[in-house]
């Protein structure tokens, strides 16, 4: 959906037993010391490869010696097995970086610790949908990073030249991207990788659909809800009436569909706005944002990413943890910093007020100052659903998907199919794993 927005899944999937539930059936990690003070001086290991970080984690060191973070960058596609590795044999860090979904199934697996009691102090600073990625099922393992509210992004210069205007629903953009068919084929509205279905997953967010839903003592999955094949109608739209098109995220050229014109809109965040200014040099300046598409103006929301920083299993000073990861990421200081272009980090805040750092991430020479750039993004930020929750399987499911989503660009599988599929498979895996879960009404 977004450019280079792919989740990453690899090596997350493996090595998946779930036991429990989470907060449905008990929780699951450390609880011994989730709710001590801890006294006297400390050291602490952290695990991350944010670009930017390392040069915070000097800044708390020097402001904060009874609590002292050894960074480690910990760059590289097999790191969570790497984490599961060395928690397994008992040489984890304390702290890592994780996207919502994999701390979802670190969880799941007793690998991260309860820090409920500790991080309550600063749930205040976070938004919710931020602080659900990291309490999957209630109870909290990590405090929240970094978010990746979703927008548009769409050459102005083409939607004048084809009479269409920014789409406020997704509606509208199946008839936007019909009118542009109707002038020239070759161009199109919009852009779905077939290795990639975050198309489905973000529009699944923006509907109400709720994958994933603790009730009780179960799961409830709900891949067949009302909200879930709404969201899936409009990508078989998109698929069925050939209006995206499909230059996969892997392709280093990939960037000229755009640049070109030959897809003329996509949905974006904060992090590759600094992409854009670099890999879009014929078309620079062309471009402007706008809210993203909804289903229902009446209550419009969208969809985001989240980093994380949890805590994991064997963390001996949980509350020491929890005092630098929530430094880092809502700390004036801290964010000042990893905000700056200049940091690389790409970060931007998880915290409810993102008014400070949302000019200095906008490149003025891509979007010219012909909308109002800054309002889209912090109306982005205030706007993502919360009723989203990642299941203790989800990164299982997600690689699951993958292997269906190249036959539904290809028109080999209804997307109504594959939804049915996941709801299937999801019970069954949930089944075979010991968790309970039961279809949603």
């Not at 792919?6 to 450390?30: E, P, W």
């Not at 965040?269 to 879009?280: A, E, G, K, R």
């Not at 929530?326 to 970060?347: I, V």
Request: charged letters at 20%; aromatic letters at 10%.
């Amino acid at each position: 959906m977004s450019t280079i927005r792919t989740r990453a899944v690899a090596g997350a999937a493996a090595a998946v037993s779930l036991s429990l539930v989470l907060a449905a059936c008990g929780g699951g990690g450390d609880t011994d010391s989730a709710g001590k003070t801890t006294k006297g001086d400390v050291k602490l290991e952290f695990w991350s490869w944010t670009d930017g970080i390392q040069d915070q984690v000097e800044v708390w060191n020097k402001e904060h010696p009874e609590t002292q973070v050894t960074f480690v960058n910990a760059a590289g596609d097999t790191v969570y097995q790497k984490l599961r590795a060395a928690i397994t044999s008992g040489n984890a860090p304390c702290l890592s970086k994780m996207d919502g979904m994999n701390l979802a199934n670190f969880a799941a697996d007793g690998l991260l610790t309860d820090i409920t009691k500790v991080a309550g102090p600063y749930r205040s600073r976070y938004t919710t949908p931020a602080w659900n990625a990291v309490s999957p099922g209630g109870i909290t393992y990590g405090i929240p990073t970094g978010s990746s509210p979703l927008f548009t992004a769409y050459r102005a210069d083409l939607f004048q030249r084809y009479g269409i205007k920014a789409p406020t629903t997704w509606d509208d953009v199946i008839a936007a991207g019909k009118a542009v068919q109707k002038k020239d084929k070759s161009v199109k509205i919009f852009n779905m990788a077939g290795e990639d279905p975050s198309t489905l997953v973000d529009l699944s967010w923006q509907a109400g659909a709720q994958w994933y839903k603790v009730d009780g003592d179960h799961w409830q999955i709900g891949f067949t809800t009302p909200q879930a094949l709404k969201a899936g109608d409009i990508v078989q739209q998109l698929v069925d009436d050939d209006l995206a098109s499909n230059a996969s995220y892997q392709d280093p050229g990939v960037f000229k569909t755009w640049d070109l014109g030959k897809t003329i809109m996509m949905t974006t965040s904060t992090w590759q706005l600094p992409i854009y200014d670099t890999n879009f040099p014929k078309s620079r300046g062309e471009w402007q944002l706008a809210d993203a598409p909804v289903f229902d103006p009446a209550k419009p929301q969208t969809s985001s990413n989240f980093d994380v920083t949890a805590v994991l299993k064997g963390c001996r000073y949980p509350d020491r943890a929890a005092q630098f990861a929530a430094w880092l990421s809502s700390s004036k200081e801290s964010l000042a910093a990893l905000t700056d272009p200049r940091s690389k980090s790409g970060l931007f805040p998880a915290v409810k007020d993102v008014s400070p750092y949302v000019g200095k991430i906008i490149p003025t020479e891509m979007f010219n100052g012909r909308s109002d750039s800054a309002k889209v993004i912090t109306t982005a930020a205030s706007r993502v659903g919360e009723q989203w929750q990642y299941g203790p399987d989800y990164a299982a499911m997600y690689s699951e998907m993958q292997k269906q989503w190249g036959q539904v660009m290809k028109k080999q599988l209804t997307v109504k199919d594959m939804l049915t599929h996941l709801q299937d498979w999801v019970l069954a895996d949930l089944k075979k794993k010991g968790v309970k879960a039961v279809a949603a009404g």
